[in-house]
């Protein structure tokens, strides 16, 4: 009797540690996708667009919630002068460059680099023209010297997957207890069997 009941421990042991072995599993797969790279799902201007006139912000949306650490967005005219005007500003999946006012018509490059919300640095660049300039006159920046030495990546936390990373913890542990709690149990049950 004592041993069908040992049996019968060992089992439900055995079951609750697949049952949550196959639930880290699971974790571990439907976390896969979410620590992909983000991508530039789309742009205002888009890519290749023309505008009737310059517009005062060049807007980048992206898959995932970029960082806001490293992030530069230059808007280049024909001649090399950037138009871009203060920081990048980055609201949820958007990243927002405000321009210059008096950017002249014709055809515009816009350069982009952010962190991802995996803190690796993507980057890509696209064109769009306007065929009317910018209300105000401005003078532009200089153009960039191509010679710059290339930035380095910025490595932040914020993007590990932290809560999962506490769940599969969270799950072993429970492992572990369990583990532990019927060991006990079978240990008291030898030893009422030897009595």
């Not at 018509?105 to 300039?133: L, M």
Request: charged fraction near 20%; include cysteine.
């Amino acid at each position: 009797m004592v041993r069908v009941k040992a049996k019968a421990v060992v089992t439900s042991v055995n079951a609750v540690v697949v049952a949550l072995l196959l639930a880290c599993a699971g974790l571990l797969l439907a976390s896969g996708p979410a620590v992909a790279h983000d991508q530039l799902s789309g742009s205002e201007p888009a890519d290749g667009a023309t505008v009737a006139q310059m517009p005062e912000e060049v807007t980048l949306t992206f898959t995932d919630n970029p960082q806001g650490i490293g992030s530069e967005v230059q808007v280049m005219d024909a001649e090399g002068s950037d138009w871009a005007d203060g920081e990048v500003r980055i609201v949820d999946n958007q990243a927002i460059q405000s321009l210059k006012p008096g950017a002249p018509e014709g055809e515009y490059t816009v350069n982009w680099r952010v962190v991802s919300a995996d803190a690796h640095p993507i980057e890509g660049s696209f064109t769009f023209t306007a065929t009317g300039g910018s209300a105000a006159s401005a003078v532009p920046s200089q153009p960039i010297d191509e010679a710059s030495p290339e930035p380095t990546e910025n490595v932040s936390d914020g993007g590990f997957p932290w809560g999962i990373t506490i769940m599969i913890l969270v799950l072993a542990g429970l492992v572990v207890a369990i583990a532990v709690t019927a060991r006990k149990r079978l240990g008291s049950t030898r030893d009422d069997d030897a009595v």
